[in-house]
């Protein structure tokens, strides 16, 4: 079966940080680009950050530029997205996804589109708070 699974969410206080971790089972993250979203209590999904499958380019989105640093480790299969400075905005469930059809490439240059991505993660749930 081929899935992603999240982990490293958590409850932290303003101004705090996470790691949280992607993995892969089934198939290799390293031929894919990995995106990581959010979705907020209310809100719809959105893009965080993208890496290229071979970390060559790398996108962040402007909320999360400076605080977020987005990375993988091919040989273990697993993506990361460290999170500093953390604040109660950030809190949703942090969603990773592979874009695994070719037609998107495996560059992370431009918008971070959710439906150009599959295999998406149950989710890991972030609460920022005092």
């Known amino acids: 079966q081929l899935q992603v699974v999240e982990s490293g969410g958590g409850l932290v206080q303003p101004g705090g940080s996470l790691r949280l971790s992607c993995a892969a089972s089934g198939f290799s993250l390293a031929h894919y680009a990995i995106g990581w979203f959010r979705q907020a209590p209310g809100k719809e999904r959105e893009g965080v950050s993208c890496i290229e499958s071979s970390g060559t380019s790398i996108n962040y989105v402007d909320f999360v530029e400076g605080r977020f640093t987005i990375s993988r480790d091919n040989a273990k299969n697993t993506v990361y997205l460290q999170m500093n400075s953390l604040t109660p905005e950030d809190t949703a469930i942090y969603y990773c996804?592979?874009?695994?059809?070719?037609?998107?490439?495996?560059?992370?240059?431009?918008?971070?589109?959710?439906?150009?991505?599959?295999?998406w993660g149950q989710g890991t749930q972030v609460t920022v708070s005092s």
């Open positions: 996804a592979a874009r695994t059809r070719a037609t998107y490439g495996t560059s992370c240059y431009g918008p971070i589109a959710l439906s150009e991505y599959d295999y």
